[in-house]
């Protein structure tokens, strides 16, 4: 019955959507419940979903200090590690960690940002395209950080995906520009590649009482683009004509986007003793990797395609690296992996716990050697077992 229920307001969702007087497409037909049971679920250890584990040393030098890590994108054998708060610029690094250039251009001019908004890889080009969402500008630079051009963005917007096709995807969550129009109504807009509406869809749930936003509603995974509505258990596949239900995320215990809330107030209270799908999740060639909410961390869960089971993280695990895989991560790599970025201080404060095992000890020399608290974030690449 519950799948049936998620299915009948899928259809009650989109076709009360109707931006440009036309219907948005749905297909349901590919829907999968993946369901999460915190208390009853298979859980495993780490050694059995992880099959192995390496990391990458970004090197540091006096210009290329990462503060935190918004975004990190693969490409052509290149690294691009965003800071859109501290430094506010992209370090190129090759997949050794060496470090190539900087991509660094503050201010009002042609060719500069006031924010790093969002980073997206340009379909077809080596280019990558910087949102500077308070000057409603798309800046595209070469992979090599040389400059291209500039675009102006016709409405406000959060940040967009690009489909492979050219077209964009945009979150404009809790907007009001009147240059969107009926579009407006709903979260999210996909136009074509000069910003022309195509379609709009899900309706915007923002209101001054309540503006409580998921981390990441928009991701795209190789070429793919998922859109996770706010405060919503389901993800989506945005295409260029057609939106289509891919997953549903039934958490079985007390699961917050079940309940009833009207503020924000209202909501953080319930995420003190409730579970919630925050959106949080990496989709794989094989696998989705899910983080969720409780009231005591975000454990994780590893959905298996073939077999359309779900596999819990018991937490236990004897490489030391696993003390590292305690937040979601940002990125995946290649097939089957996801990646994570730790800061420095964080693991030179864990120095002493990880040594005292042979075996481990060898593992963590390379790790620490040369490693200080001003050093550049490591990032963790976690490979999934291809076996489970």
Known sequence: MKYIYVIIVLLSLFYSCRPNESRVKVDISKLEEIIIDPKKGIALPMDSLIEYIDFIKLE?????????????????DLLFVVDSESSKSINVFD???????KISHTGNGPGEYVEISNVCIVPGKEQIAILDRPQSRIIYYKYNGQYVSMEEIPFINDYFEYLESGNKAYEIYGMNDPKLGSNKQNSLIVTDS???FIYSFFKDI??????????????????????SPNITDTI????DSIVEAKYHIDITEKNVANMKFETNEQFNDLLDDNYFFNGDFIEL??????????????????YVHSKKKVFLNSGVGSHPFF?????????????????????ADLILASKNKLYGNKKSD??????FENLTEDSNPVLFFFHLNKKL
């Not at 540091?60 to 052509?76: E, H, P, R, V």
């Open 206 to 227: 923002y209101k001054k009482e309540f503006h409580y936003a998921k981390n990441r509603t928009l991701r795209k995974f190789q070429e793919n683009v998922y859109y």
């Open 362 to 367: 060898l593992l963590l020399d390379p790790l």
């Open 95 to 101: 997949m050794k960690g060496d470090f190539k250039y």
């Open 236 to 239: 989506y596949l945005v295409k």
């Open 194 to 196: 000069t910003n022309n």
């Open 60 to 76: 540091t030098k006096t210009d290329n200090l990462i503060g935190k890590i918004s975004q990190i994108l693969f490409a052509n």
């Open 323 to 343: 003390n590292f895989l305690m937040s979601e991560p940002k990125a995946r790599y290649k097939d089957n992996c996801i990646v994570l970025d730790v800061q």
């Open 285 to 302: 060639k094989d696998f989705t990797y899910i983080n969720i909410m409780t009231p005591w961390g975000y454990p994780s869960a590893v």
